[in-house]
């Protein structure tokens, strides 16, 4: 077996190693110039002190574009969907069999318009006897108060008649009989009394029970006729003709999309970006672009996602935007002091951090972290550089930082 193979092997083995795992060395052993034999011959003080002892070192070569900063709209990308503005189950309040035609699902209905009439059976005529007992019940009253007029009458003279029987008894003038007798005339009459005032309350008592009777016959009645609360879609049929209702069964669903709500959902990342009264854009997955404005913005996380509620609310004439579709929103922010940037100029460092190497005082490199804050047909614009910064596009891949390069620049457009 020939060892030539071997050789080459184990050189470019060797070769491999060091460009991988000794990478740092290797380049600063490239960059330093060797070491130069000193001089035999003496030369006066002043000559060696400005003399230098070795040759120019060689610099790598690298390629930086003078960066300034500028400040870009920032925005927050969410995605959710679309909801109406409002949907209500209208639902029945009391018993009865639908009398009128139904309403098809995808009309339109305008606030107050009757989606279910129910039969009125008997209600009429409990509302015309109740009715009648609320006059009986007003009648009785003022008998009530006239006998009590009468029986206060009678109090006050069985009172005067106890007074004179007793003054008389006492004085010798009449007997006990007719005292005794004169007082219990007068207990009769305070009975008398407490009496016809129970009537009186018991007159209103009935008066007040037959008004409640009639109002609630009423508001019985009013029932029967089932309206939309608000004016929008019907979602669902309404009740079919002859379908008997119960408290609580459905007559028809109502959805309101005019104005719509665009609800995406902001991690905690992005949440204080995002604030009530800013203005969004939001594209559906049919293309479909709308502005409008943020009107919520959820105070509670999700339990399950950690992300927050927002709401942006949009006009939708012509009711194009339906319920539920998917839609991608941009929020406005603040704007941001950032840098534009070719997006191979990021690298890593050796900690694993973002950033970019730049070319510092005296040509010294240097490594600055960045983060992202869009990225572009044009570049990457990044935040967290100085306002003025000289960044390595070429050749950033083959220093480190402290080393000294021989820079060279470009236009950042170029």
Not at 86 to 111: C, D, F, H, W
Not at 220 to 243: H, K, Q, R, V, Y
Request: hydrophobic letters at 45%; aromatic letters at 4%.
């Amino acid at each position: 077996m020939k060892p030539l193979p071997i050789i080459i092997a184990l050189l470019v083995s060797a070769f491999l190693y060091l460009m991988v795992f000794e990478r740092d060395r290797l380049l600063d052993f490239a960059s330093t110039a060797p070491e130069q034999p000193v001089a035999q011959t003496l030369q006066p003080a002043e000559l060696q002190a400005v003399t230098p002892a070795t040759d120019p070192v060689r610099l790598v070569t690298v390629v930086a574009i003078n960066s300034v900063a500028q400040t870009v709209n920032s925005a927050v990308l969410l995605r959710g969907r679309t909801e109406a503005a409002r949907q209500v189950n209208v639902m029945a309040e009391t018993s009865g069999k639908v009398i009128s035609s139904p309403l098809r699902k995808g009309a339109y209905i305008e606030a107050g318009q009757t989606l279910c009439q129910l039969d009125p059976g008997t209600r009429q005529s409990r509302l015309n006897e109740a009715v009648a007992r609320q006059i009986e019940a007003n009648a009785r009253l003022p008998e009530a108060n006239a006998r009590t007029m009468g029986a206060e009458a009678s109090l006050a003279e069985a009172r005067i008649s106890e007074n004179a029987a007793r003054r008389l008894n006492i004085s010798g003038y009449a007997s006990q009989t007719r005292a005794a007798s004169a007082k219990a005339a007068l207990q009769a009459a305070l009975a008398g009394v407490e009496s016809a005032k129970a009537a009186v309350i018991s007159a209103k008592a009935s008066g007040q029970a037959a008004m409640a009777s009639v109002a609630a016959i009423k508001k019985d009645i009013e029932n029967l006729t089932i309206t939309a609360p608000f004016a929008g879609l019907l979602e669902t049929d309404s009740a079919e003709l002859g379908a008997l209702l119960q408290p609580g069964a459905l007559c028809a669903t109502i959805i309101q999309l005019d104005p719509i709500k665009l609800v995406g959902f902001a991690p905690e990342t992005e949440v204080d970006r995002v604030t009530v009264g800013a203005m969004a854009g939001a594209r559906l997955a049919t293309g479909r672009e709308v502005v409008g404005r943020v009107t919520f913005l959820s105070r509670s996380a999700d339990p399950k996602t950690r992300t927050f509620r927002v709401e942006v609310e949009v006009p939708n004439t012509g009711l194009a935007i339906r319920d539920g579709q998917t839609v991608e929103i941009i929020v406005a922010s603040d704007g941001a002091s950032a840098h534009l940037l070719p997006q191979s100029s990021l690298t890593l460092n050796n900690n694993g951090d973002l950033g970019v190497r730049f070319v510092g005082k005296d040509s010294i490199v240097g490594f600055a972290p960045v983060s992202i804050l869009r990225d572009t047909t044009e570049g990457i614009w990044v935040a967290g550089l100085p306002n003025v910064i000289d960044v390595i596009v070429i050749g950033h891949e083959y220093v480190i930082k402290g080393v000294k390069v021989n820079a060279t620049y470009r236009e950042a457009n170029q």
